[in-house]
């Protein structure tokens, strides 16, 4: 079932917003394009670390619009639509996929916990509004929600246009089962992206990609070529800067990283806020040791050394 579908590194990309909280077009198409250049394989947007659910249904939208006219086919787009309900996940499903875009993603249904019989029809409802290819978005610790072989496989085999899952559930031991349901699995925890490869996931999706893309690039590249130890180098690598996730507020840290980097990213939405002094200094040291590994963009200041 999946045969034909991309793999490899796809940066879960920021939504920047300008300091009155609009989405700043200009500078999201430079991030865009940065991506693009840095060799990356595939482009998902409006997850979490988009910060999709701080936006109104015609912010995501015009935004899915927006990401599939820029990348213009360039590589595969992936678009997050899910939403509480099956209604209007279906309403931004069907938008996406008449604006263009690749592959549509679907988070479970957060605040709600449907069971699983509710979740597979509503992941059925979603594949039968459309006919592009649909994953599945599972991210329990943020939805209280989580999706086993079993719903998965029930829907996969209903709808041959449910092909796979991005999974940030941590549990590699489950992509086997997954790969048996016919399911692409797409690692979705940073830290976690050489295991779940050695396990059978097809790529990842990375947010830390958003500061170092070319780091997870390399990582993938090494693997495939079956160089275990340069793989598992680079992962101890970026390692310490998800863990750094813990210094702020999802999805903060990854935004101040690029700004200390010399990037441009914007603010979050309110209520979540910068980082303190103390976690900008802690990011400074993580970042500090990316830019001796030569995987930092440009040559921009890092904010607590002298910026």
């Given amino acids: 079932m999946n045969a034909g ?3 490899g590194i796809v940066p879960a990309v920021i939504t920047p917003f300008r300091e009155d909280e609009r989405i700043d077009y200009t500078v999201w198409l430079d991030h865009l394009e940065f991506l693009l250049a840095s060799g990356v394989h595939g482009l998902f947007v409006l997850g979490g670390q988009g910060e999709f659910f701080s936006l109104t249904e015609e912010e995501r939208i015009v935004a899915a619009r927006f990401c599939a006219q820029t990348v213009a086919k360039r590589a595969p787009l992936y678009v997050n639509v899910g939403a509480i309900t099956t209604q209007q996940t279906v ?8 604006d263009g875009v690749d592959y549509l993603v679907v988070v479970t249904p957060y605040y709600l916990r449907p069971s699983a019989d509710e979740l597979v029809e509503h992941y059925s409802a979603v594949c039968a509004s459309v006919r592009i290819p649909l994953f599945a978005y599972n991210i329990p610790e943020r939805t209280g929600v989580e999706l086993t072989p079993d719903i998965l496989r029930r829907v996969a085999q209903a709808h041959s246009n449910f092909v796979g899952l991005k999974d940030s559930g941590g549990k590699v031991e489950l992509i086997p089962e997954w ?10 925890r ?7 490869l050695r396990m059978g996931a097809a790529g990842a999706v990375t947010a830390c990609a958003n500061v170092i893309p070319r780091a997870f690039v390399d990582l993938y590249n090494a693997y495939q070529a079956g160089d275990l130890e340069e793989a598992g180098r680079l992962q101890r690598l970026v390692e310490p800067l998800r863990q750094a996730f813990t210094l702020g507020t999802f999805p903060a840290v990854v935004k101040e990283a690029m700004i200390m980097a010399g990037m441009n990213a914007g603010r979050c939405r309110r209520p979540v806020g910068p980082l303190s002094a103390e976690a900008r200094s802690k990011l400074s040291a993580v970042l500090g040791k990316l830019r001796e590994a030569r995987y930092l963009p440009g040559a921009g200041v890092i904010a607590g050394q002298g910026a």
């Fill in 179 to 188: 790969r048996r349901a016919g399911l692409q699995v797409f690692m979705g």
């Fill in 91 to 98: 309403r931004l499903a069907q938008k996406a996929e008449e």
């Fill in 5 to 7: 579908l991309p793999g």
């Fill in 190 to 196: 940073d830290h976690m992206i050489l295991d779940g």
